[in-house]
């Protein structure tokens, strides 16, 4: 069975910063491309950053500068560095991979449960 398991959220004040880990688990091969997206309630979940295997990464505009995606093949995990935090960063943020399972010869997409992110003062 595959898990994502998100960690990292909280409250913080404008300008400060929280670091996100997703950790993936179960009988998986190493993780493709890893992804970072959040969500508020009424609104469609946005890309927030990816990551590919090879280290390739990309950004939404409204964080470029801000956050920093990265990741560690060793441990199947992806962070999402996020630093300037603005009250507009609320939201549920949510881990998204493309996971090859050993029973299978396909990648498919696996989500996790999410972590809130509260910017206020």
């Known amino acids: 069975q595959v898990q994502l398991v998100e960690s990292g959220g909280g409250l913080v004040q404008p300008g400060g910063s929280l670091r996100l880990s997703c950790a993936a688990s179960?009988?998986?091969?190493?993780?493709?491309?890893m992804r970072w997206y959040r969500q508020v309630p009424g609104k469609q979940r946005e890309l927030v950053a990816a990551?590919?295997?090879?280290?390739?990464?990309n950004y939404a505009d409204s964080v470029k500068g801000r956050f920093t995606i990265s990741r560690d093949n060793a441990k199947n995990t992806v962070y999402l560095q996020m630093n300037s935090l603005k009250p507009e960063d609320t939201a549920v943020y949510y881990c998204?991979?493309?996971?090859?399972?050993?029973?299978?010869?396909?990648?498919?997409?696996?989500w996790g449960l999410g972590t809130q992110v509260t910017v206020s003062s």
């Open positions: 990551i590919t295997n090879g280290g390739s990464t």
């Open positions: 179960g009988s998986i091969y190493r993780p493709n491309t």
């Open positions: 998204n991979a493309d996971i090859r399972t050993t029973l299978t010869t396909r990648y498919q997409d696996y």
